[in-house]
């Protein structure tokens, strides 16, 4: 199993452009979660669904958009990019166990806006 | 929104030490987890407790959940260059919806360990 992928890895916008970050998983988990990552700001919450075609905001939504049209997929959307974007973004899937949320990360995908 | 405090913030050890890093807050868990992260990569989940008191190994990793579930603390014993990382605690709250919104993580504890 691939578990939950990213693309790209890497990528440079110029303020303003638009862009899609992809996320797939391959464990049928129902819930999958955006965060970034910010230098001593920790992992952060940005959207996240608890199944296809059902999505909500996290801690920092502003500027981005989801959706989930399928269990697998879920793209995390920045319409129109700023350099207050420029941050390390981590998709997640996730099952639910025990009263606990047990989640598997991507590897991230790096965005820089200049 | 619950706070969450991770100290130390950086630790830098030598190879064979012990150390402990901590995961405080004032709220009370229904149950905390340990991620560790490694530069480059996505955290990768390390334990989950549930139980006040609770207390886990994983091989020189051990993990304790407080009596009032507000805080954990990890201890490594002698520490190897491969523990080297950042060590997030995430609790779930008492009341948090649905089991399936995302969690709250801590800021982290930068870890070194030096050959």
């Known amino acids: 199993n691939a578990g939950v992928t990213q693309t790209p890895k890497f990528q440079v916008l110029k303020t303003g452009q638009s862009m899609t970050l992809q996320c797939a998983q391959d464990?049928?988990?129902?819930?999958m979660s955006w965060y970034r990552q910010d230098p001593g700001m920790g992992l952060r919450l940005i959207h996240y669904s608890v199944g296809a075609g059902i999505t909500d905001q996290g801690e920092v939504p502003n500027g981005y958009n989801v959706s989930r049209s399928t269990t697998e997929d879920f793209p995390l959307r920045l319409l129109s990019a700023a350099p207050s974007q420029t941050s390390v973004y981590f998709c997640?899937?996730?099952?639910?166990?025990?009263?606990?949320?047990?989640?598997?990360f991507g590897a991230g995908s790096r965005l820089t806006v200049l | 929104t619950q706070l969450l405090e991770q100290s130390p913030q950086f630790l830098s050890i030598q190879e064979g030490e012990n150390l402990t890093v901590y995961c405080n807050s004032s709220s009370v868990f229904s149950s905390l987890q340990w991620y560790r992260q490694e530069p480059g990569e996505g955290p990768v989940l390390l334990v989950t407790?549930?139980?006040?008191?609770e207390v886990k190994k994983l091989k020189r990793l051990t993990f304790q959940f407080g009596d009032a579930r507000k805080d954990s603390s990890l201890h490594i014993t002698a520490a190897q260059p491969g523990d080297t990382g950042l060590y997030l605690c995430a609790p779930r709250g008492m009341y948090s919806g649905g089991g399936a919104d995302g969690l709250t993580f801590g800021k982290g504890t930068h870890l070194i360990i030096q050959p």
């Open positions: 464990m049928n988990h129902e819930y």
């Open positions: 997640a899937s996730s099952y639910v166990t025990s009263g606990a949320n047990v989640l598997t």
């Open positions: 407790v549930v139980t006040g008191g």
